[in-house]
């Protein structure tokens, strides 16, 4: 008997335009990748992507990058739930959805729950409003080193994000911290998720941020695809930070990563352990080094290095497996503020078995590609999602 594996790998808020209710959200105008184009002109050389469908894919399309017999099926899929956050855009690909959002702190959190937290953690905290991270790591971070109250902060998603130099707070109390801040954040403070946000100075005397983010997430309040993977004894690898969004709920194995090559490095390595299942891999750079930098020219280099590591992945697969490459949300470099849009997301298919040159058009919900590899890997239906198995499986 054959063993299927699916590789899915969420490019992090490449959106391809705006949802027909962007406006409700501020995101009027929105298109991650268009922009990110538009941005780049000609510089913009991503071939293996071109080759998939990703310039024939919705109604206008991006004619530098519309093939004429491209190699992959190809779509675009909106949200169903209601946010535009990194949770719920997984939980939703994963079959999921959310009905009522994860509560947001737009003005800060409330004064109660930081008097708390002070309480709780022996010292008063920096900062506590909505802000880029690199932004108020540079702006608290002297003051930060000199008193060694750590830095909080959040943005447009449901987070409580701490940040500190691990030469002042170690790591190990920053993640204390943090689980502590985690344990809090229930019911009228309930929280999305919270983020320790390690950083370090350089030699040059830059405060950069090390790998060592942790994730504290919600767990999912039902099954999701991975959890029906793993009820037919397949493998689900997490690869980044999918074991953090799904905090471990349905997971048999994970890796960290610290980049979005080491993220398709540790893809490759899954490719060799893994015999059958589900690899769910999130690349992150693109959100959070471009995205919410609001770095156009910086994401457009990220896709094309991304492209050019696609011919690995193809040589790794074998006549069984299905690649799909989708996002989660959008993170229009070129749109005001900080935070992710409110987007259609792309989805492309290929492999040996795939159909080529099939446009399954616009869809109601992320969850259709959950769907879709429920289907493939024979596990039991989805609660939400049609798949599209049959229109592109040869």
Known sequence: ?????????????????????????????ADTFGHISETMGERFQIPNLKKLGIGNMWAMGVKMFVDTNPMGSFGKLAEQSVGKDTITGHWEIAGLETETPFKTYPDGFPEEFIKAFEEKIGTEVLGNYPESGT???????????????????????????????????????????????????????????????????????ERIRTPDRHDYAVSPPEETLLNKVQKTGKSVYAVGKIYDIF???????????????????????????VEEGLIFTNLVDFDSLYGHRRDPEGYGNAIMEFDKRLPEIFL??????ILILCADHGNDPTAPGFDHTR?????????????KRV??????????????????????????????????LK
Request: with cysteine; net charge negative; charged share 25%.
């Open 1 to 29: 008997m054959s063993k299927r594996r699916a590789i899915l790998m969420v490019l992090d808020s490449m959106g391809v335009g705006e949802l027909p209710d962007a406006d409700r959200f501020g995101d009027q105008g």
């Open 135 to 205: 932004v108020i790591i540079d702006k608290f971070g002297e003051e930060h080193e000199r008193t060694g109250k750590p830095i909080v902060y959040t943005s447009s998603d449901s987070v409580f994000q701490i940040a500190a130099n691990i030469h002042v707070i170690p790591l190990e109390r920053l993640y204390e911290i943090c689980q502590i801040a985690r344990d809090m954040l229930q019911g009228e403070w309930a929280c999305g998720r919270v983020i320790a946000r390690p950083y370090a100075i350089n030699d040059k005397g």
């Open 359 to 392: 446009n399954i058009g616009v869809r109601a919900s992320f969850a259709d590609i959950g769907a879709t590899i429920a289907e493939y890997l024979g596990t039991e239906e989805l609660p939400i999602g049609e798949s599209f198995l049959s229109e592109i």
């Open 316 to 321: 790794a697969m074998t006549d069984e497996d």
């Open 247 to 273: 905090n471990g709920y349905g997971i048999t194995d994970h890796v960290k990563t610290v980049s979005n090559m080491d993220g398709v490095d540790k893809t490759l390595e899954a490719m060799e352990k």
């Open 343 to 355: 987007e259609y997301i792309p989805v492309i298919v290929a492999g040996t078995n795939i159909k």
